[in-house]
């Protein structure tokens, strides 16, 4: 026998979704980034790996543009190897494509 839900929530921000689990109105998938074992110790991570494919991040920068300091500390998330100085660097100069290059270590995804 296969249940379904009774109502389907779906808010754009992963802290609403986490209100709403540790109100007990259900569960939420997130992403990996979105869970802070520090700050969400009310709440318990579980991988979900095998329940999804992988999927494709895309970062998009603003050739000569401005990338604030939480824009940084995003991107470090998930690429601790690229620098905020090679991002600043590479966004003035080469252009978005070569900072996405090494970001993703020289793999671009739909082309180069």
Do not use: W
């Amino acid at each position: 026998m296969q249940s379904s839900p009774d109502y389907s929530v779906n808010p754009f921000d992963a802290d609403v979704s986490k209100t709403c689990v540790e109100l007990e109105m259900g569960i939420a998938v997130l992403a990996r980034i979105a869970f802070d074992p520090a700050r969400d110790r009310s709440l318990v991570a579980m991988n979900a790996d095998h329940l999804f494919q992988p999927s494709v991040l895309n970062l998009v920068f603003r050739k000569h543009g401005y990338l604030s300091r939480h824009a940084h500390e995003f991107v470090s998330r998930f690429a601790p190897h690229v620098s905020p100085d090679f991002i600043r660097r590479g966004i003035q100069v080469s252009g978005a494509l070569q900072v996405a290059r090494h970001i993703f270590r020289g793999k671009i995804f739909g082309g180069d």
